[in-house]
């Protein structure tokens, strides 16, 4: 049954203007990526990418939100983060409630209560990395449904419908991602496949409210992955993503992946490196000209304890904080550093209270919004290249921002 609202922007539980200043305005065009800065020393660039839902500055962290929440944090908790778009997982929301629920609850945003831009990827690598595939073939592929057995069948077709049922302001293809590592025959013919299915998923897509960007891939083979770029550019879509990293290959080889494939994306589309959300791997892809990252890390580790500070990894539990009533990130803005002492977060994570799990998801959301945010500002201010470089080197560059 249809529930009659009222619009979306006098419905949403907050209205806390997106970070940056940006409101919800209607956009002339409905996206549009404007590039207002650029290093003049690498391809670091920053810029708007504007959408029905709101406008996103790049470059920028984007929370993964996979069931249609960002797990222990609330719609208003996230618009404080700074968080701009955020993901959610067609994959799961197919299977648990089911699109024809978000649909009738008017969408993904009415859904979960984010008034802000949303994302949702295609389901193609959950298919292909949680398993259970019965059949994988041109056509699509077909597994057993992890919750009760049933047999599901995801073509780009498929993929397509759900994600205009789920209605986000981003929907991706449905691509193949192979393993790491796989052989060169095998990622050439998920690269095919890759790309016969992204025609389709063009021909099927007819929401223009929502954009569809295209995915290269291509493993770590460079003859592949600049076909991939360029098959996947030539369809001239709103925006264009690089996947198939960060699935466990070596991090030398993600970052030989970025400096490849960054120079081959159309300069004037949105350029997302999907799955990546540490800051030096951040740092580096920026500096190739990515503008948009995702990554569930923040919020899996804030969860089991462990807080990202100063470009470490802090485990909560440790004995060291019970006397430590100092800010866990006296730099840091959000709710646990300024309300809160590591002594506190400490004891919240020792006795596993469900606060303890939200405060550090908020500071690790935050640590890497801002990390992305100041990148911005210092490809305004011409900055980049010196402060964010040393990151390259991997040394302790977290005083630059
Ligand atoms: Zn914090």
Redesign the pocket.
Known sequence: MLIQRAPLSSSGPTQTPLFGGETAEPAPAPFRFEISARSNRNRARCGCFHTPHGVVTTPRFMPVGTLATVKGVSAAQLADTGAQMVLANTYHLHLQPGEAVVAEAGGLHRFMGWTGPLLTDSGGFQVFSLGGINKIDDQGVVFRSPRDGARIELTPERAMEIQMALGADVAMAFDQCPPYPASEADVAAACRRTHGWLERCISRHSRPDQALFGIVQGGCFPHLRAESARVVASMNLPGIAVGGVSVGEPVEEMHRIVRQVGPLLPEDKPHYLMGVGSLREMAIAVAEGFDLFDCVLPTRLGRHGTALVNGERWNLRNARFRHDHTP??PS?A?P??RHHSRAYLHHLIRTEELLGRTLLSL?NL??LIRFTTAMGRAIADGSFAEDFAPWEANSAAAHTW
């Open positions: 866990l990130d840091c959000c646990a550093c500071h935050t640590h």
